[in-house]
């Protein structure tokens, strides 16, 4: 990591399925897997027993290194609840929409600029468990250029008759200050705040799994140390690079992402890294291929930023191709 960072690998032994009603399907996480966060959100799809935040409009911007490459098809996501409850939404729409923008403006329509409606159900059911992701599953895919970051526009009215606590989750220590701001409007039965044109909020954005097929991703997870932060000295980042059983990858890392993102001949996807080669490795049967890159216990890390990127061999195509990148900042 141009001369400031050696980073310890070790075998991780963490497995996830990436196989969802027979077919593939491959995750990106924003900003990462843990279930261990404190902090909270009601807007985007929770609510409260007594019915505040019922109605709500939320916008969430995705920055475009964090997507894969052109063609990935998003098909679902998934949040955390922090604790176990079924809400019924009166009406849930959800639309996806490609922007430049690094920032969401207020008025909600100048976010979507050409936005495509990938859910609209009304009675629908969402079972959410504080164990797990709960997973809901778009209508129609929306088809990613790989270029653009991406904005999730969020429209949910809950049934009065299932009001209930839930709290959804919004990262924790230490908190993310470089992640665009999400920004939202709420109100209580009635409000009309899912139909609203302009934002009352900005505040942490919701952490969320998005779901893709056809498509090579990387995503990672850190959890809490006894320090109260993640990514704390001495601990172990878990990463999955998710693509076909039996496909070679390696991971590279860097403290920064490339100015200008390189395009290597072949190859479809953004190389955004340097990327001095970590380690090596072969997907499993699962689609995962795991392992853990270990913090070192050298107090000079602390605030360092490290970036990820995977490349790949698809082992069915026969082609190269260079997953999203994640990143974060080392803690005490």
Known sequence: MRGQLALGCCTALLLHSASLVGQQIVRTSHPQDSLQNSN???APLGAQATGQAAEARTQ???RASELPGPGAQLIGLEVHAQSDVT???????????PTQNTTLSPTFAANLASPQLVLSQGALPVTYAQSSWTTILFGAPYVHNGQSSLVLDVQKIVDPAT???AVMDVPSQPTRPDLPRMIYAFGGPGSGASLSSSALVAADPLCVRLLW???STMRHRSDVAASGNHYALGTIVNLFVEATPGSSFFVGYDD????????????PDFLRITAPIATIGTVDATGIGALGVLIPLNPFLVGLRVVYQAGVFDVGTGSGRWTNTHEH???P
């Open 213 to 215: 097929r056809s498509a």
């Open 87 to 97: 809400l019924i939404y009166s009406s849930l729409q959800i639309r996806v929409a």
């Open 40 to 42: 909270g959100n009601l």
């Open 256 to 267: 920064a992402l490339l100015g200008v993102p390189v395009v290597v001949p072949g190859v």
């Open 163 to 165: 009001f209930a606590l």
């Open 60 to 62: 969430i911007l995705i």
């Open 329 to 331: 900042r080392v803690s």
